[in-house]
Every structure is written in structure tokens, then in C-alpha cells.
């Protein structure tokens, strides 16, 4: 058990590092924009940690990004009250709303923040969040499955 324990962790810090630093690669030696979010970070706690969660599947990690930082970026745009109420109603609906519709990561909960705080315009659903996610996705899928030989995504939809 402690041997299988290791390698969990080796595995999970290495992909770790080498999603994130080619997310980090894609955001300062290329032009093509901005690829990092604080909270993907958390999600590679999930997903090379406990994939098997529920809340590392591929739904659950691309459209509870999606959706939290999607809430986050509409509250920022269209309501006009001051920003210690907003933050706590923006990361209270996207929260409500990814449970409600069975999407939930916990790591997305914070895009609200992170989206507001940085006053982030639509184009950011694009990149950082969806491009960011479908990398993570596929460094997910390339760990879990073929080299861990897991059953990972327990379910895609």
C-alpha cells in the first residue's frame, strides 16, 4: 500500500508540474493568450489525486469552470453594487448553480473571485477557462488512463 501510495503522489506532482507549466509556457513564451487560472492548480489535486471523484470527471471539470467563472463574468458586467456584496453573491450562485445542475468541482467555486477581481471581459471564457480545461482534460485522460491504466472518466456526460 505505501509503494502504491508513492506513486500516486510522484505521478500526481509530476503531471501536476508539467500541465501546469505548459499552460504557463502557452501564457508568457507564446502570443496566444492567457491560459492560467489560480484555481486549475486545485484542480490537479483532483484530478491526479482522486480521479476517480466525482468531481474530477470531465463534466464536472469543464463546465463547472465554465459555468462559475461564465456567472462570475455576467454579475461583474450587469450589476452595479458594491464589490464586497458581489463577490459573495457571485460565488454563491455559481455554487448553487453547479450543484443544481450536477456539474460541481470545488477548485471552479473561486472563478467568480478570480474573474471579478481581475474585471475579465467574455473573451475569457475562451481562454483561460475552456482551452485551459480541455489541456487539463486531456493530461487527465493521458495519466489516468493509459499510464495509470485507470477507469478514468468513470463518465464523460
Not at 501564457?27 to 492567457?34: A, F, P, R, V
Amino acid at each position: 500500500m505505501k509503494k502504491e501510495k508513492i506513486l500516486k503522489s510522484f505521478y500526481a506532482g509530476i503531471f501536476s508540474f508539467i500541465t501546469i507549466l505548459i499552460l504557463t509556457l502557452l501564457t508568457y513564451k507564446t502570443s496566444l493568450g492567457i491560459f492560467l487560472i489560480a484555481s486549475f492548480g486545485s484542480s490537479m489535486v483532483l484530478l491526479y489525486g482522486y480521479p476517480e471523484s466525482p468531481f474530477a470527471q470531465p463534466k464536472n471539470i469543464f463546465f463547472g469552470h465554465l459555468l462559475t467563472a461564465l456567472v462570475g463574468i455576467i454579475l461583474s458586467n450587469f450589476l452595479t453594487i458594491p464589490i464586497y456584496i458581489l463577490l459573495p453573491v457571485a460565488v454563491g450562485l455559481g455554487v448553487g448553480l453547479m450543484i443544481f445542475l450536477d456539474v460541481t468541482h470545488p477548485p471552479a467555486g473561486g472563478n467568480p473571485i478570480i474573474v471579478i477581481i481581475g474585471g475579465v471581459s467574455f473573451d475569457y471564457l475562451i481562454s483561460p477557462v475552456i482551452l485551459g480545461s480541455i489541456i487539463i482534460l486531456i493530461f487527465g485522460v493521458i495519466l489516468n488512463r493509459f499510464i495509470l491504466r485507470k477507469n478514468y472518466p468513470v463518465k464523460w456526460i
